[in-house]
T-cell receptor, first 113, second 116 residues
């Protein structure tokens, strides 16, 4: 069975600072990994996904994530935070392309001016 | 393409009543998911379909919950004898499954249930 943990339910960064949101997964097979974002009063949308093609994945809005098998991690980063990045971020895992997608508990990102 | 639509957007009901939510996925999508989300939590998996076949239902899900996707297009989620603990946002998502590819989930805006 697959599962996801996200360390830190709330993260605050200053505008222009590095954003680092942590995600660790558990999977019995090579996983597919995703980051979704939920802006206030909006639906979830995909930021980026890992499908084994490359360990460093680039997504929308300047975000990227690196798959590290040895650490079972898929942390999300952005070099410079913008006010518009304030949102809920969810890491998700799927065991295979045919499997269901399981979400982590989420991290709320606040950006301080 | 109007995206994933859910109806109703808000439902207030009294404990013990039955409620039904509808989800219309993106037309060419063959996968459909239902999730439940409470404040400050991630989406909790409820069930999913491949075309009209229900592939899995969460073991944590009470028998009061049932979902259908009769013609492989729209889906309904019914909750019988609602309880206050059922109050949540019910999310529907769809995707197009390709062999060996991780399909992106497209989410609707959700149906918010309040049980009084």
């Amino acid at each position: 069975a697959q599962s996801v943990t996200q360390l830190g339910s709330h993260v605050s960064v200053s505008e222009g600072a590095l954003v680092l949101l942590r995600c660790n997964y558990s999977s019995s097979v090579p996983p597919y990994l995703f980051w979704y974002v939920q802006y206030p009063n909006q639906g979830l949308q995909l930021l980026l996904k890992y499908t084994s093609a490359a360990t460093l994945v680039k997504g929308i809005n300047g975000f990227e994530a690196e798959f590290k098998k040895s650490e079972t991690s898929f942390h999300l980063t952005k070099p410079s935070a913008h006010m518009s990045d304030a949102a809920e971020y969810f890491c998700a895992v799927s065991g295979t392309s045919y499997d269901k997608v399981i979400f982590g508990p989420g991290t709320s990102l606040s950006v301080i001016p | 393409d109007t995206g994933v639509s859910q109806d109703p957007r808000h439902k207030i009901t009294k404990r013990g009543q039955n409620v039904t939510f509808r989800c219309d996925p993106i037309s060419e999508h063959n996968r459909l998911y239902w999730y439940r989300q409470t404040l400050g939590q991630g989406p909790e998996f409820l069930t999913y379909f491949q075309n009209e076949a229900q592939l899995e239902k969460s073991r944590l899900l009470s028998d009061r919950f049932s979902a259908e996707r009769p013609k492989g297009s729209f889906s309904t989620l019914e909750i019988q004898r609602t309880e206050q603990g059922d109050s949540a946002m019910y999310l529907c998502a769809s995707s197009f499954l390709l062999a060996g590819a991780a399909g992106e989930l497209f989410f609707g805006e959700g149906s918010r249930l309040t049980v009084l």
